[in-house]
């Protein structure tokens, strides 16, 4: 089982950006699929975009796309999802998942995924 641990959230203006990582200890990653999900009070797990341990091949949820990016740094075990021209309607706890199936269109999907950070909390004013 490997441990995964988020931060960098906060309060931000509109249009504003932050940075998301998501340490992994336990484990080294290698042919993981790594996922970040939002969570918004009152509803489910949305898919925001995914990335390939080993290829770094990276996917993105439409609503996000031209606006997020996701990175690894092998050497840290680390994962970070860039926010930028953040909205109001982004505000919600970010987690991050480890797919230990690897990469495939089943990444989009929270259930599939195996392990689980204790997420960290993004808010955007108006």
């Known amino acids: 089982q490997v441990q995964l641990v988020e931060s960098g959230g906060g309060l931000v203006q509109a249009g504003g950006s932050l940075r998301l990582s998501c340490a992994a200890s336990?484990?080294?990653?290698?042919?993981?699929?790594m996922g970040w999900f939002r969570q918004a009070p009152g509803q489910e797990h949305e898919f925001v975009g995914g990335?390939?341990?080993?290829?770094?091949?990276?996917y993105y949820a439409d609503s996000m796309k031209g606006r997020i990016a996701i990175s690894r740094d092998r050497r840290k075990n680390t994962v970070y999802l860039q926010m930028n021209n953040l909205r109001p309607e982004d505000t919600a706890a970010y987690y991050c998942?480890?797919?230990?199936?690897?990469?495939?269109?089943?990444?989009?999907?929270?259930?599939?995924?195996?392990?689980w950070g204790q997420g960290t909390q993004v808010a955007v004013s108006s």
């Open positions: 990335i390939s341990w080993s290829s770094g091949n990276t």
């Open positions: 336990g484990r080294t990653l290698s042919t993981q699929a």
């Open positions: 998942g480890e797919d230990r199936r690897g990469w495939g269109p089943h990444n989009t999907s929270a259930d599939e995924y195996d392990d």
